[in-house]
Structures are given as C-alpha cells and as structure tokens.
C-alpha cells in the first residue's frame, strides 16, 4: 500500500530496508542491529533478509564503530551506523568531531563522508542512569555535521533515506519516547528538503518552534491554548544544523512572538541560537523578547523524576502567557 499508518519505529525500519534494496552499498552497523534487532527493534528482521555482511552485529566499542565506518565511506560504502542510546556516543565523540565532520573539507571535497550516525535520544520511557540524554546542540555545533530529529512516522522514513543520501555525515537523532506513536506514511508522496522546516499547524498570536520528542507537546499546547481564544501557531524545525530560519523568520513577522522549545537543556542550547538569530532579523517585528523552554541545567535525573525534569504543557503554556503579557 503507498500510505499506511505505522510507527516511528517502523517507519525508520522501513526507510532501511528501502534503502539496502536499492543500493548495495549501503550497510547498516551497530551493537545488536543484527540478530537481535536493535534495543528497540528498529533493525528487527534486517539482517535475515540482507545477510550478515550488510547488516553487521558490532563490538560494544563506539568509537570502533565510527571509526570502521568512516574506512567504509572512504571504501564508497554508505554506512548506517547505531549508536544504541544516546549517553554511549561521547567515546566516539574524537572521531566524529575530529575526523568525519573534517574529512570532507579537508579534502576539499574530494572524500565524500556518506555515514549516518543514529542515535534514539531524550527521556520520557524511565531508562537507567546514562541512557536519556539529549546532546544535539554538541553535535550543531561542529562544522561539517548535519544534525535532524523526526517528530513523526512520515519524516522518519522519508528524512533517513535523504540522509543516507547524502554525501556529507548526518547525525539523526531519534526520539525513543516517539518510536511508538502512530502517523499515516504516504510512500509515494512528494518528499521536502531534508532541512526545511514545517508549518504543521497555523496560527496567529505567538510562534512555538520544536523538534523532535517536543513537537507533540507543542501541538497539545496549541489545542488546549484555542480553548481560550489564543491561536498559537506550530512549526516543527526538523534540522538542528543547518536551520531553516527563513521559515521561523516568516512566521515571526506574522505572530510578532516566539517560543522555542526542546528537551535538552535550555543554558546554551539550540534555542539560544535561535532566538538570537530571530531576535537580529526580527527585531523591528518582535512585541516580546524571544523566550525558551527546555531541560534543567543539570544532569538529567533518575527516572521518577524525569516528568519534573521534561518541559510539559504547562510549562509550554505558561511560556505563551509570559510572552502576551508583553
């Protein structure tokens, strides 16, 4: 069927399978994505189909993992690598920091770096110590690295395959809180840019920009804000690097107020560089100072405080109202 309703996880196992039928030189790599799957089954049934040669059980050794993939991409091979959650990618930090995002420029693109590094990110499914963590704005920051999170089954499917297209080392991270909600896939359906952002809801009094895990709370705020007569409108970023912020800019100079939300922390992440962006190109349109809402600075906390932690509704809601007190 060309559109089907399916999960975020299922979407993602979908995009890589499609992408290992239709180019061989694509492989896929990681702790368990073989025989087990992937903690959480993104991988399931891969390796059966594909052999063990396309889809390869790794070493619990990150920066091995990156590492063998960068020799792959010099090879001309396309490897999907997992990182199987987000605290276990800083060993492998040096070698993407230092080698994947550089290669490319260093060689003045004569070496194409084709890897795409997944990474299930965020809190929000009571994980141990070490295993929710949200470091995207890290990885934003490095020059050379494409950085996207899907919030929905549709983008997940469509945004890996485009990522595994591409030339240039993408980081994609995905949000384990959402591998279970369910959105319709239209497998035939025309595909946007992998770095442009979407409007998915429209709205006249203030801006909410998310990405990722935050953009349902976002759309929840909305419905629950036009109860009372306020029309927020929603715009999902999609990419953290680059940023599509002709379309926040658009948005901004309609609403005149933005709120930017994301689970990681707020003290020097992505929404600090948005809103000074929006602030610069904005300043003569804004009516409010650009707010945030995001983690604590701290380091996250044990599972049955994470609720405490996370930004909710609430919290969202009550940036909305600080912003038209304005």
């Given at each position: ?14 995009s ?25 089954r ?7 189909d ?17 590492g ?17 959650f ?7 930090y ?9 290669l ?6 004569m ?12 809190g929000?499914i ?9 470091p995207?704005?890290?990885?934003a ?5 494409k ?7 549709s983008d997940?499917?469509?945004m ?14 995905e949000p ?12 035939t359906?025309?595909?946007?840019p ?10 006249t009094d ?7 895990p935050m ?8 419905e629950?804000a036009a ?13 953290v690097?680059?940023v ?7 948005s901004?100079?309609?609403t005149r ?8 922390p ?8 948005i809103?000074?962006?929006?602030t ?12 945030r809402?995001?983690g ?10 994470e609720?405490e932690?996370?930004?909710s ?10 912003s038209?007190k304005?």
């Amino acid at each position: 069927m060309p559109t089907e309703k399916m999960t975020l996880a299922r979407a993602l196992n979908e995009s890589l399978r499609k992408a290992l039928e239709d180019d061989p030189k694509v492989l896929v790599m990681g702790e368990d994505v073989g025989r087990l799957g992937g903690v959480f089954r993104v991988t399931d049934g891969l390796q059966k189909d594909f052999s063990e040669d396309r889809v390869m059980d790794s070493p619990l050794a990150e920066s091995g993992i990156v590492g063998t993939a960068i020799g792959l991409a010099l090879s001309g091979y396309r490897p999907v690598v997992e990182i199987q959650f987000d605290g276990f990618v800083f060993p492998a930090y040096d070698q993407i920091v230092t080698q994947l995002a550089k290669l490319h420029a260093r060689s003045q693109g004569m070496l194409p770096m084709p890897v795409v590094i997944r990474i299930p990110y965020g809190g929000g499914i009571g994980a141990v110590e070490h295993h929710s963590d949200s470091p995207e704005a890290l990885f934003a920051h490095v020059a050379g690295l494409k950085v996207v999170s899907p919030s929905n089954a549709s983008d997940a499917y469509w945004m890996l395959q485009q990522a595994i297209a591409s030339d240039d080392p993408v980081i994609f991270f995905e949000p384990k809180r959402r591998y279970w909600d369910q959105s319709e896939v239209d497998r035939t359906a025309p595909i946007a840019p992998l770095h442009q952002a979407s409007v998915v809801r429209e709205g006249t009094d203030v801006t909410l920009v998310a990405y990722g895990p935050m953009v349902k709370p976002c759309l929840e705020a909305a419905e629950a804000a036009a109860e009372e007569g306020t029309s927020l409108e929603v715009i999902d970023l999609r990419s953290v690097s680059p940023v599509d912020f002709d379309t926040v800019q658009a948005s901004v100079e309609k609403t005149r107020r933005l709120v930017v939300v994301h689970e990681a922390p707020v003290f020097f992440g992505a929404g600090a560089e948005i809103a000074a962006r929006i602030t610069t190109r904005c300043f003569y349109h804004l009516e409010a100072p650009v707010l945030r809402v995001g983690g604590f600075h701290a380091p996250y906390p044990a599972a049955r405080l994470e609720e405490e932690y996370l930004p909710s509704l609430d919290r969202v809601l009550d940036a909305v109202d600080r912003s038209l007190k304005y």
